[in-house]
């Protein structure tokens, strides 16, 4: 069995997974924080213990952990998490020092999406990626039948220019990520009309309802996600596109529209296969198992 963390900026998902990927034991925590990453890794320490523990088992044979930023997964160096406040953390190597365990350290949405490619909506695909639309927007990308990952850079797809004037948090101006992230989407509601929105299903089914600046919002967001989408047919090409995150969860609602602005706007593009995630918030966590399950085999 090997242990199974995705760490997030609050809370930490962690499973004792067999080799099909069954819970043997899990819990969540509120994530530990310190700049260098101690913390979090003395924090791993006791999950990985307590996962043993509440499973009866011995130590697993590797513990698998995502995290979100720039994270090259050959070095195990994080190089940048804005969630974590983290610059130039060798949390892999750190980790592992403590562990005594082979450690696999990787990038959440990458894990998500091999996670999605191998067990979930994106099987069967040999170029595709893996849209999580949340807090933020990031892309796994499946090319040749590989993970594409550039020692972390891959895949910043929110960081996209979509042509609004909308000041990002990176720095930049017309991001897809600040117009049409699950983030953005309450925010821009708020702002307009002074009214506090829980997160973007909330603003979806206002829109859904009839609520004039809601439909204006989620549909700016929409057609924001077909131009990020579009230009990255234009550069890669996937036959498939794997939707999830908070956004999609309305999927009967948003997933129309977005293929309807494709439909519109490609010209020699091919119209790819637009699927729903099947493994929702489990596809970080499964993809962490997946990673120190890849470790063993290697």
């Given amino acids: 069995m090997v242990a199974a963390l995705d760490v997030g900026g609050t809370t930490i998902?962690?499973?004792?997974?067999?080799?099909?990927?069954?819970?043997?034991?899990?819990?969540?925590?509120?994530?530990?924080?310190?700049?260098?990453?101690?913390?979090?890794?003395?924090?791993?320490?006791?999950?990985?213990?307590?996962?043993?523990?509440?499973?009866?088992?011995?130590?697993?044979?590797?513990?698998?952990?995502v995290v979100p930023g720039i994270v090259d997964e050959e070095t195990r160096i994080c190089h940048f998490s804005a969630n974590l406040d983290w610059r130039e953390v060798h949390f892999g190597e750190l980790l592992e020092g403590r562990l005594g365990l082979p450690v696999a350290f990787g990038h959440d949405v990458t894990a998500g999406g091999i996670a999605e490619f191998r067990v979930g909506a994106g099987q069967g695909a040999t170029n595709a990626a893996f849209i999580p639309v949340g807090t933020g927007i990031a892309a796994a990308l499946l090319l040749d039948g590989r993970i594409h990952r550039a020692h972390g850079q891959a895949g910043e797809v929110g960081h996209i220019d979509v042509g609004h004037p909308g000041k990002c948090g990176c720095g930049a101006t017309g991001c897809l990520e600040a117009i049409s992230s699950a983030a953005s989407i309450a925010r821009r509601y708020t702002e307009r009309t002074g009214r506090p929105a829980d997160g973007a299903r909330e603003v979806v089914e206002l829109a859904r309802g009839g609520d004039e600046v809601a439909v204006a919002v989620v549909q700016d967001a929409l057609d924001g996600l077909g131009h990020g989408i579009r230009t990255l047919l234009t550069l890669l090409g996937p036959e498939v596109i794997v939707l999830g995150g908070g956004l999609f969860t309305a999927a009967d609602y948003v997933l129309e529209p977005v293929r309807e602005w494709l439909a519109a706007h490609l010209t020699f593009q091919k119209m790819p296969e637009l699927r729903i995630a099947k493994l929702g918030d489990e596809a970080g966590r499964l993809g962490a198992g997946l990673l120190a399950f890849d470790l063993l085999d290697a």
């Fill in 13 to 65: 998902k962690a499973a004792l997974l067999d080799e099909q990927l069954r819970p043997q034991a899990a819990l969540r925590a509120e994530t530990a924080r310190s700049a260098d990453g101690t913390a979090l890794a003395a924090q791993v320490v006791d999950i990985v213990a307590a996962l043993a523990e509440q499973a009866g088992t011995g130590r697993p044979a590797a513990v698998g952990v």
